[in-house]
């Protein structure tokens, strides 16, 4: 694992503890039309590492606070369901609703049965959202962040957006009124936009590759980009977002989370590499007051 790599990942498990949870905030249409607006791109380089540094203290928290409340949540629930049920009991309903209950001990041994697995899904379901809602913030940290890169290459690899752009039809008003550079930079911008709004996952990575055109030896050894597993992470975040997986378990929560987490940082260290862009300490601090 290169130094850099190292260095990055380190800092994202401290300071994702320490540093205040500051919420995201929508863009407008409007507002989203200008991003980065006058700033180097050694700042926009570091406001997407202060982004994903925040989206995973949100995340870290959630999940440490979320699964070490469970215990004491189930006591709680336990107990309202031996209420409930007990009610069902004493009331004749559950000898009603319940097939095969023939006298006080059956009715005793399904009274148990029916607590217990009401508290054990409740629990499930719990420890099951808390995975789903975590894998659905991570999702949404790598993918900000990878439109936040590409954003980042209109400045640093201007040539691939205008090669990208060269067969684009300029009305000849346009061409009269203003300069070359303008209305290059203008479509830039647009398609830019265009590319955060609607492009996929997998086709922003393809994007950064495209332009970055790693080599040599991998940074870190223990990570490897492999698209088809991205692309299986992308149709669970659809998924879970419309519903399917709803009360379902997310196999491997973990460690799903922890590729996403390590994709961000493999083309954060790309554009490091490729461009030689750097944090500015002062202004990831100042990014972290905002």
């Known amino acids: 694992m290169s130094r850099f790599w190292s260095s990055v990942s380190d800092s994202v498990v401290r300071w994702r503890t320490v540093i205040p949870v500051i919420p995201f905030v929508a863009e407008s249409k409007e507002e989203s039309d200008v991003v980065f607006p006058s700033m180097s791109s050694d700042e926009q380089f570091t406001i997407a590492f202060s982004r994903m540094t925040r989206g995973w203290a949100v995340v870290d928290s959630f999940r440490r606070i979320g699964f070490a409340g469970i215990p004491q949540a189930t006591r709680i629930v336990a107990h309202e369901h031996t209420t409930f049920v007990a009610d069902l009991a004493a009331s004749g309903k559950l000898s009603e609703i319940i097939v095969g209950v023939r006298g006080p001990e059956d009715l005793e041994k399904t009274a148990i049965w029916l607590r217990e697995k009401l508290t054990e899904q409740a629990v499930k379901n719990a420890s099951y959202s808390i995975d789903a809602a975590s894998f659905v913030f991570a999702h949404s940290i790598l993918d900000e962040g990878l439109s936040s890169f590409l954003q980042i ?40 936009r265009k590319v955060r709004r609607n492009a996929s996952l997998i086709d922003k990575c393809d994007l950064l590759h495209a332009i970055c055109r790693p080599s040599g030896p991998p940074a870190n ?65 100042r990014a972290q007051k905002q």
């Open 221 to 285: 050894p223990e990570y490897n980009f492999d698209q088809g597993r991205l692309s299986e992470l992308d149709k669970l975040r659809h998924d879970v977002v419309h519903g399917d997986l709803l009360g379902s378990e997310i196999a491997d929560a973990a460690t799903k989370l922890d590729y996403l987490q390590q994709t961000w940082i493999y083309f954060f260290v790309m554009l490091h590499k490729t461009f030689g862009l750097r944090v500015d300490p002062s202004k990831f601090s």
């Open 153 to 192: 290459t209109s400045e640093t690899a201007r040539e691939f957006w205008e090669k990208r752009l060269e067969e684009k039809a300029v009305p000849l008003a346009l061409v009269r009124a203003q300069p070359t550079d303008k209305i290059l930079s203008s479509f830039i911008a647009k398609e830019i």
